[in-house]
């Protein structure tokens, strides 16, 4: 009865918003009314299946247009009023596309400041409600970091499966300076972090929206992998470069500990491994490569260093001779051959000659 009673509860609510959004929106022009009735429709109270494809698909139609404004609106609208888990997981879903559908530069949600305003969000009123809320935050702070790839890169790139597009992409990161590569590395390292931190998954098809998302997720995850690999190639390239000195490029001064970090997330990720098997292998190889190249170039410059402190200790005791021995007389004593010769420093020139006959002085060229 329960189960009954909150389902009825659900489509009454349904049918509710739709009717408002009518009224509301009668003077408006068509496209903006179709876009919150095909946003309605993808996300409703009743089903906990993901959004409707022709719906999605409606509303992506409108991401490349003059109302793709008004579709991301929409969108943030519904986020930010729902108290519903299955309306917020929805809108997200929906929210996903439009950021990977649109061409343009996004600008509704800025990097690192969360506005969608997702980190309290909670639904108690079932165990699947809660188990979604869950999802829902992780979700929303992985849409705010997804939405920095386009607003960096100017759209959400595709697979770059072609040859064409990866040489397009390895020229352009080929004339970034090392320290803008390195900041693109270390975003998309967080990236890859905040994809470990996911809530714990259940099992494959028993939470189908669950299951939506996590394709939705292993995509990104092999585009920025490969967005991330291009990059890694590159200072790579520039590591193994003959007049390249490591300790002289600021830029990748901070590449030992991001390759560290990296490692980290492998055995996390290792669960997206099979849809793009040989990439990822490729992907991994290429780090394990780098991270011996840095732990190398540091062995180097901990032998280098090591060097110069016993060449300066060499040259302090060089320092210290020479003090010693700014005095008149210097006396040559071997305790093999007990001699005690005293040369004039000032007035001769000792020539050491056959050890046979010893010391010769000569007299000083003048």
Not at 96 to 119: C, E, Q, T, V, Y
């Amino acid at each position: 009865m329960a189960k009954l009673k909150s389902l009825i509860v659900a489509k009454v609510k349904d049918k509710a918003s739709i009717c408002k959004v009518r009224l509301v929106h009668s003077f408006s022009s068509n496209n903006v009314k179709n876009i919150h009735l095909a946003l309605l429709k993808s996300t409703t109270h009743t089903s906990n299946k993901p959004p409707n494809s022709n719906y999605v698909s409606a509303l992506i139609s409108y991401t490349n247009s003059r109302y793709a404004p008004a579709a991301f609106a929409a969108v943030l609208w519904r986020l930010r009023l729902t108290k519903n888990a299955f309306v917020a997981i929805k809108s997200l879903i929906v929210f996903h596309n439009l950021i990977k559908s649109s061409r343009d530069n996004f600008d509704g949600i800025d990097h690192g400041r969360n506005n969608l305003k997702l980190n309290d969000f909670s639904d108690k009123s079932s165990n699947l409600t809660l188990e979604i809320s869950q999802w829902v935050r992780w979700y929303g702070l992985y849409l705010d970091r997804l939405s920095w790839i386009p607003m960096i890169l100017g759209s959400f790139p595709n697979l770059m499966a072609t040859s064409k597009d990866q040489a397009k992409e390895k020229d352009c990161v080929s004339s970034y300076k090392t320290t803008y590569i390195m900041r693109q590395t270390d975003s998309f390292v967080s990236f890859f972090e905040h994809i470990c931190t996911r809530p714990k998954t259940p099992p494959l098809y028993q939470n189908k929206i669950v299951d939506e998302i996590r394709q939705l997720v292993i995509k990104d995850y092999f585009i920025v992998m490969r967005l991330l690999m291009v990059r890694l190639q590159e200072i790579h390239s520039r590591l193994i470069q003959p007049d390249f000195e490591y300790a002289g490029d600021s830029g990748l001064n901070d590449i030992s500990p991001v390759l560290a970090r990296l490692e980290e997330c492998k055995v996390s990720l290792s669960e997206f491994f099979w849809p793009c098997k040989r990439l990822a292998e490729d992907f991994w190889c290429l780090v394990e490569i780098l991270k011996a190249e840095t732990v190398n170039d540091d062995k180097e410059m901990v032998e280098f260093f090591g060097s110069v402190q016993t060449t300066l200790k060499d040259d302090e005791e060089m320092v210290e001779l020479d003090g010693s021995v700014q005095t008149e007389w210097v006396t040559f004593d071997d305790s093999k051959t007990p001699t005690d010769v005293v040369v004039k420093w000032d007035s001769d020139w000792v020539t050491f000659n056959d050890s046979s006959k010893g010391l010769t002085i000569q007299p000083k060229y003048t």
